[in-house]
């Protein structure tokens, strides 16, 4: 089976295992193993690949979970409880639904109200992404598109009124406090995604884990 008993390692020398890690020196390394790996610090959801199994070292619990996969208008992650241990996921929904690839070519004025959220986005992002680039670049390597995308998205911008925006951090938020309410156990405990994993059965840090697939 992939779920080798590999030495413990002594410690993390990277916070995530790097992509197509070479297994034998990486395991020396401390760093990836494979498609499986043991810390001597314990595991961290952080640590694990989208969907795979954990395992106990010391008693017989093992469990298939998910770390973190994402969707196009949502993401699942994985928490443990950290009164009961039981391991869960929550997921999160985006505020705004997505763009419809059909609106691709319609300007924003063109757009239903709850297609234009998402463009909203996507103009702010585009104006931040160019500024930035005419900052770290001299100015001699400009792209000749550069200024007229970031003053045609400024023009589209400069339509929308301030109480959309504040309508879009509003429901931003709203969202956010939503999730944030969802992170408790059925037990009272708290949910948590960046504490060293236990096993739920024996209360051991050493968890193995191993990675089936990326989402
Ligand atoms: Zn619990
Ligand atoms: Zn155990």
């Not at 810390?39 to 770390?67: M, N």
Request: hydrophobic share 25%.
């Amino acid at each position: 089976m992939w779920l080798l008993n590999y030495p413990k390692v002594q410690k993390w020398t990277c916070t995530k295992p790097p992509r197509g890690a070479d297994s034998q020196k990486d395991v020396k390394k401390g760093i990836f193993v494979g498609t499986c790996y043991t810390v001597a610090e314990g595991l961290r959801f952080e640590y694990l690949g989208g969907y795979g199994t954990i395992s106990c070292g010391d008693c017989d619990f093992s469990q298939d979970i998910t770390s973190f996969t994402h969707g196009p208008s949502s993401s699942t992650a994985g928490y443990q409880c950290h009164t009961c241990g039981k391991f869960t996921t929550r997921t999160r929904k985006k505020p705004f639904r997505r763009p419809d690839p059909a609106d691709r070519d319609k300007s924003l004025s063109e757009l239903a109200p709850d297609a234009r959220p998402s463009r909203i986005e996507d103009l702010q992002s585009s104006i931040r992404l160019g500024e930035r680039e005419m900052q770290e670049t001299p100015k001699r390597d400009w792209h000749p598109t550069w200024v007229s995308k970031v003053a045609e998205c400024r023009r589209e911008l400069s339509t929308v009124t301030e109480d959309e925006l504040q309508n879009m951090e509003k429901k931003r938020e709203e969202v956010a406090q939503a999730y944030e309410a969802s992170l408790f156990c059925a037990c009272g405990g708290g949910l948590e995604r960046d504490k060293t994993l236990f096993c739920p059965s024996c209360r051991s840090n050493n968890l193995r884990y191993g990675h089936e697939h990326s989402t």
